[in-house]
């Protein structure tokens, strides 16, 4: 990530959080804030030291994970979660659980973990480019499809032309090319998306 971006990290169990925060010193990650100094920038309002959060890896397992999440999306609009564990979310809104990039196992997989950190970083960026153009609508449409290239941005456009339309699509493309995440997020994002997605 940029030097200028910070990692959040929010754990109630002391280990974990210096787990987390050595994995990510060690990737090379310079500006990790954690514990109480984290919880003090969220509380701060300070909106120039808030705006510089790049992405909040949160402990899964704790009991107030769901409060943490909220209080980030509180006290800064468009941060993406990294979710270390896997518990049952209540409470929140689609569009925070939208900002979920990944839930990993612990111990962490190094590949999942540096990919999600890219991911994120990719989610942020977009949102900070949308806000700037006043749309953001096609954030969370496209969080799981990464890419800078042309041809993306080719097929994220068109798949912000059909989203919310209801009409057939006809998805073509060699095995492999992600056919089925585009499937998925169009479904996500359709009239039927509170009826299963399921694919043959």
């Known amino acids: 990530m940029s030097k200028n971006n910070k990692v959040l990290v929010l754990s109630e169990d002391d280990s974990r959080l210096r787990d987390i925060v050595t994995i990510l010193e060690f990737i090379g990650e310079e500006q990790v804030l954690a514990g109480d100094e984290a919880r ?31 209080a980030v999306c509180d006290a800064v609009q468009g941060v993406p979660f990294l979710v270390v564990g896997h518990p049952e979310l209540k409470g929140l809104s689609d569009e925070t659980s939208g900002r979920i990039i990944a839930r990993m196992e612990w111990p962490l997989n190094y590949t999942k973990f540096v ?28 969080r799981s499809l990464v890419g800078t290239s042309r041809k993306v941005q080719q097929v ?11 009409v057939s699509v006809l998805i073509t493309g060699e095995s492999g090319t992600g056919k089925e995440v ?10 039927r998306r509170d009826k299963p997605f399921v694919p043959v």
Do not use: C, P, W
Request: glycine content about 6%.
């Open 40 to 70: 003090a920038l969220l509380s701060s309002g300070d909106e120039e030291s808030l705006s510089d959060i790049a992405v909040a890896v949160v402990n899964g397992e704790d009991a107030g994970t769901t409060e943490a999440i909220t």
């Open 115 to 142: 990919d999600s950190l890219y991911r994120a970083q990719i989610y942020r960026d977009q949102f900070s480019r949308s806000r700037e153009r006043g749309q953001q609508r096609g954030l969370q449409l496209f």
């Open 156 to 166: 994220r456009q068109l798949m912000e032309q059909v989203a919310d339309k209801d």
């Open 182 to 191: 585009v499937a998925r997020n169009l479904h996500y994002h359709s009239s």
